[in-house]
């Protein structure tokens, strides 16, 4: 992996904050490592060490419902922090994060973070306006959740997923989840899920070529959304 100072991704994060003599620092302290499709990045109750930073690829992060079913709480895609929030509570880690595809992860130590936490201002109000950041999305998620209908939170995450993640060649939704994870995002049964995009798909709003997903009427969507 590229040098720390030669990281495009670090301006994505509260890391860009950081001077010469700082990133030097946590190129010398940071470990790379790949994580593998499906892999545990970290479980809902670790102690995290430190952060991770995001260089390449997609997790989600899930939260263990009282029923035993994780539920998808966010996507977390290039240049994002994990366990940023853990390590300024030092409380074990409120959610987990598994690996979505194929990852290149960067992981700094607890206590070079708190170095840099204390001794720059600019990066910890970064990672401070990070942590509002989430708890505003928690917030518009917990309103969908109570006001909105399953099918048009549906039609969110579709709209979602196109416009955070793209499309691949075949125009289909990049990022391709199983339909029970989509399920756990909208917060609905799996078999109300399928029913739903199949509902979708006679309608024209999307088109079905096995797991993946094209976006076909996005204004329909977008329609359907409000």
């Known amino acids: 992996m590229s040098k720390c100072d030669q990281c495009i991704v670090r301006e994505f994060s509260a890391l860009k904050a950081l001077n010469k003599d700082e990133i030097m620092k946590l190129a010398d302290c940071k470990t790379s490592f790949t994580v593998k499709k499906g892999d545990i990045i970290f479980e809902e109750g670790d102690s995290l060490d430190g952060i991770f930073c995001v260089k390449d690829g997609v997790c989600k992060l899930t939260k263990l419902s009282s029923n035993g079913k994780d539920q998808i709480v966010k996507l977390v895609t290039k240049g994002e922090l994990l366990g940023q929030r853990s390590l300024i509570s030092e ?4 959610l987990g994060a598994v690996a979505l595809e194929d990852m290149q992860v960067c992981f700094v130590p607890k206590n070079q973070v708190m170095e840099f936490f204390n001794e720059n201002n600019k990066f910890s109000l970064n990672m401070m ?8 999305e928690a917030d518009n998620v917990l309103v969908n959740l109570a006001q909105k209908s399953v099918k048009e939170r549906l039609a969110i ?3 979602y997923l196109e416009d955070s993640f793209g ?5 289909c939704l990049k990022i391709q989840l199983s339909r029970e994870e989509i399920s756990s995002i909208i917060g ?5 899920c399928i029913r739903l995009l199949s509902e979708f798909n006679k309608s024209g709003l999307i088109e079905l070529n096995g ?3 094209v976006l076909k009427d996005k204004k329909g969507l977008r329609k359907l959304a409000e």
């Open 167 to 171: 499309v691949d060649k075949d125009g």
């Open 188 to 192: 609905t049964a799996t078999e109300s």
């Open 129 to 136: 306006k990070n942590v509002c950041h989430d708890l505003k």
């Open 157 to 159: 995450t579709l709209l």
């Open 91 to 94: 409380e074990p880690a409120n």
């Open 211 to 213: 797991k993946k997903i």
